[in-house]
Each structure stands twice: as C-alpha cells, then as structure tokens.
C-alpha cells in the first residue's frame, strides 16, 4: 500500500510538471515579443532559479559535472532543444495552439526513427502502428481545421519540423542518465537562451517588454514553465510506471488544447477533437513501447 501510494503521488507530481509546460503557448501568445525573444526570456529568466535550485540540491558542487564531454553534449542538445523551441513559437504564429503542440509532442515518433536508421535498433510491430495512428491523426488534425489556410498548414508543418529537433534533444539528454538532471537542465537552459540570440536580434529590433504586464507574463513562462514543468517532470518519471509516466506526459498537449479553448477560444470541431484523441492515443502508444524498450 505505501508502494502504491508514492507511485501515485509521484504520477500527480509527473503530471503536474507537465501540466505546467502546457500553459507556456499561452504565456508565448500573450507576449508582445517575436518568438525567439520570447524563448531567450524563457531561458534567461530560468536560470538563477536554476542556479538556486542547483546550490540547495548540491551546495559543494553545484556546477561540475561529472564528465566533461558532458558540456558538449549539453550544448548540442541545448541547440537542438533551440531549434525546437523557436519553431515551436514560431508555429503559435501561425496555427492553432491545440495543432502546435500536439504536432510537436510526435517527437517520439522520429526517436524511434532515429534508432531504427541510426543507431540500427529494431523497430517493433507496436511502434509501426503507434507511427501510423500517431500520423492519422495529424492528418486529420490538419484537413480538419475549421479555418485552414496555407499559414495555418505552414505552421503545422513548423511544429513538426520543430518535433524532429525536440526528438534530437531527447536522445542526447537520454545519454546523460548518469548526471545530475537539474544540472543538465540548468546548462541547456543556458546554451538553449544562448543559441536564441542570434535569430532574435534578427527577428525584432523590440527586444524587451514595455509594460510590467510584458515582465510578469515572460517571469511566469520561466518559473512555471521551465524551472517548475522540467523540474516535476525530473521528480516524477523515475519513479512511477512507462504506461502512467506516458499518459502524465499527456498533460502538455491536452492543457494547452484546454486552455487555447478557454483563453483563445481556438475551439475544436468534433472532427478535429475525434483525430486530436487518435493522434495523442499514438503518441502514447510510441512513448509506452520506447520507454519499455530502453528497460529491456
């Protein structure tokens, strides 16, 4: 019974996190700022919570890591994590919230990818079939758009490019198991606001808000978003089963499917609600079997 217990408080705690990274296209809509302006203040704010949060778990060393090619990889994956991210914004410029994230959340889809064409590993019955559901459902989600226009397409097309870079992100950051995870997180948080310069200060000479409101909105996508959802999420996943920690993971795309309903009223038309339920079905099918493989 206790067992079972901490197994469903770290599942609420898992999916509270992500719950929490499902708000952030909300948070990015409401922003007078271009996308990858956005994505720097996200990062940048980040970090002295994240330098607080590193000195409280491990006040002797709260930098080091344990191997130096660990900066490496870091840096690479926060480029990748970059890559994504303004995508992923850029995505919000132009489809709807509900298309944007559930698009970019197929990156498990492309890990398995990865693996079978990379890395040479076996691609399952199960994954095919995830992969084929997962992409039935994006369809749909994208022929089904009440107000589909070449932008809006442009933009689903955006969040699924961006979903092959957050994939990349998530196989690098597989290979740091043996680090400390909030000191992974703090130094690809950095690379990631480091990366983001470069494509904001081409994107908008308006480099930060104007309004206190600009300043509370960007504060809240840091600490509710990038501390708070990473940092839950880290708490969580370990701890709980690969079938609850993929449904947790669920959180993300059908908060902010809620709340781009609630908030900006980007309602879904039975249609699109019907290959929206098929494509996350596909997604956990795809997270469920990658997470079960890696076991193996």
């Given at each position: 019974m ?22 952030a ?9 271009s ?48 890559i ?30 990865f ?18 559901i997962?992409y039935l ?27 092959f ?38 994107e ?16 809240a996508?840091a ?14 996943m ?8 993929a ?26 609600s ?23």
């Open positions: 206790q067992i079972q217990k901490h197994s469903v408080a770290a599942f609420l705690i898992l999916a509270f996190g992500a719950a929490l990274i499902g708000i296209p909300i948070f990015v809509r409401l922003s007078e700022l996308p990858s302006w956005v994505l720097f203040y996200r990062m940048f704010l980040a970090l002295p919570f994240l330098l607080v949060l590193n000195f409280y778990l491990d006040s002797k060393n709260p930098f080091r890591l344990k191997e130096r090619k660990t900066y490496l990889i870091a840096a690479i994956a926060g480029l990748a994590f970059c994504d991210m303004t995508g992923w914004h850029w995505s919000l410029e132009f489809t709807s919230i509900s298309n944007a994230t559930i698009m970019v959340n197929t990156a498990p889809i492309y890990v398995a990818l693996g079978f064409f990379i890395l040479r590993e076996a691609i399952t019955i199960k994954l095919i079939l995830a992969m084929l997962t459902g994006v369809f749909g989600l994208i022929v089904g758009s009440p107000d589909q226009t070449p932008s809006s397409v442009f933009g689903d097309v955006i969040s699924l490019v961006a979903a870079f957050y994939a990349a992100y998530l196989i690098l950051i597989s290979r740091l198991g043996h680090e400390s995870p909030t000191k992974v997180i703090l130094y690809t948080t950095f690379f990631c606001g480091l990366f983001s310069l470069p494509a904001a200060f081409t908008s000479s308006v480099y930060m808000p104007t309004e206190i409101n600009g300043w509370l909105n960007l504060i996508l600490v509710l978003c990038q501390v708070g959802g990473q940092y839950f999420i880290t708490i969580g370990p701890k709980v089963k690969a079938s609850f920690a449904i947790g993971l669920l959180m993300q795309p059908i908060t902010a499917t809620i709340l781009g309903a609630l908030i900006m009223m980007e309602w879904l038309t039975i249609f699109q019907m290959f929206g339920v098929l494509a996350l079905t596909g997604i956990y099918l795809a997270r469920l079997e990658l997470t079960n493989g890696s076991k193996n």
